[in-house]
């Protein structure tokens, strides 16, 4: 679907490949039955890509509804996405019989979303002469989901990890967060990052791995060439004036923490005791209704402030892979790997074109369009790790410490 900012300003061989993944005692349960097992290894002016890619975003107001109802479904919404950690497979207050029926629902669940480690060699086949593109969440799939926002770093091995993953494909984090705060995060330059959900997007002019994007150049404060896309700039000052107003109003309630995301504001419940959420949803449901030009969403125990524009995490991986001239479906496989309700817009993408394949980061059974599943972190390096040496195989450069016989 073609789309554009509403701001003028804007002008803005299957057998190598079971030898891909290096032994590590990292391999799940999941990942050591696998075929492929032996291979795992032990602030900036606005500015815009070209206009010319996209020709409308389209506004979106909200619509007034009863404020209980609209509360109360917020609140299941949220319940549903954000299980307690008492449904974790792994833990061990669950008494055995609420153990054995979670355990069973979740594998059953698994096998309609099979995990990615276990399949790998039928991705690589498809891969084969093709150009991969990599797109990723940031929290909860590349560091895992912690009670404090601004400590959500990810660890040394997955940054080495997503290097290496830039060195081979394009590869663009899109995430909920401010982009300056992810690439804080992540700290490298060479990858592409869509913040806000993907209302704020930014790479390297030179390109990812030879790919290039296709818009106008601009600078960042160390003085190198970027390109930039912000199709809603024009809500920078409306979302400035309802974090403000968010802090003050929340500030009562214990545990409410209020981040400010540039085109997004957020309202994390996660440390607020669950029988005051209802509280905390209803300031939020009062300060939505005083902008009709914003909109609000549920994710893993937040609700969101975005602007009412029809944008998402699925329309930045569409302007991406136009941009970066990858939509071409015949040549080019996109894997977009994620954990949110936000995430579900690129799935279904990437469903409805009958493209690549998308996967969610869960670790319990969740409605989802996702083709594959990984559990945590953790596995989505495994998985990227087995990636990387299956494309270094096939330029003939596995790296040291990989097996080179299967079943080693």
């Not at 975003?57 to 404020?67: A, L, W």
């Not at 974790?88 to 594998?107: G, I, P, Q």
């Not at 995430?175 to 690439?183: L, M, Q």
């Not at 599943?373 to 270094?392: H, K, Y």
């Amino acid at each position: 679907m073609a789309l554009k900012s509403k701001v003028s300003s804007l002008s803005g061989d299957s057998s190598s490949s079971s030898t891909l993944y290096p032994s590590a005692s990292l391999v799940t349960s999941s990942a050591a039955s696998s075929p492929l097992s032996s291979l795992f290894p032990v602030s900036m002016q606005p500015a815009g890509f070209s206009t010319t890619l996209f020709t409308a975003v389209v506004p979106q107001k909200h619509q007034k509804v009863d404020e209980h109802d609209c509360v109360h479904g917020w609140l299941e919404t949220m319940k549903a996405s954000s299980p307690p950690r008492k449904e974790h497979l792994n833990d061990n207050n669950l008494d055995e019989a609420s153990f054995s029926a979670t355990k069973a629902l979740y594998y059953n669940w698994m096998e309609e979303h099979p995990s990615a480690l276990d399949k790998l060699e039928d991705i690589a086949k498809e891969a084969e002469k093709k150009q991969v593109a990599v797109f990723l969440d940031y929290d909860g799939t590349l560091s895992p989901i912690v009670e404090d926002p601004d400590q959500a770093y990810m660890s040394d091995e997955m940054r080495s990890t997503i290097r290496k993953v830039a060195t081979y494909f394009p590869t663009a984090i899109i995430t909920g967060r401010r982009r300056d705060k992810v690439y804080d995060f992540v700290q490298l330059a060479e990858l592409y990052y869509a913040g806000s959900h993907g209302m704020d997007i930014m790479g390297p002019a030179e390109g990812c791995n030879g790919v290039k994007a296709n818009g106008f150049k601009d600078k960042n404060n160390m003085g190198n060439d970027i390109v930039f896309f912000q199709p809603a700039s024009e809500f920078l000052a409306i979302m400035d004036k309802v974090y403000k107003e968010l802090i003050i109003k929340v500030k009562d309630v214990e545990g409410a923490k209020v981040e400010h995301n540039k085109f997004c504001v957020t309202v994390h419940f996660r440390c607020v005791k669950e029988e005051n959420w209802s509280t905390l949803a209803e300031i939020v449901q009062t300060v939505l209704q005083k902008y009709p030009d914003l909109s609000l969403i549920q994710g893993r125990k937040v609700l969101e402030f975005r602007p009412a524009i029809e944008w998402h995490k699925g329309k930045a991986l569409e302007f991406l892979l136009k941009s970066l001239g990858l939509e071409n479906t015949s040549d080019v496989l996109p894997l977009y790997i994620g954990d949110d309700r936000t995430d579900e817009d690129a799935f279904n993408i990437l469903r409805d074109r009958g493209i690549g394949y998308s996967i969610l980061v869960s670790t319990v059974a969740k409605a989802t369009s996702a083709s594959y599943s990984l559990r945590d972190p953790s596995e989505v390096m495994i998985f990227l790790q087995g990636l990387v040496n299956w494309r270094a195989l096939q330029d003939g450069n596995l790296p040291n410490g990989c097996a080179h016989i299967f079943g080693h």
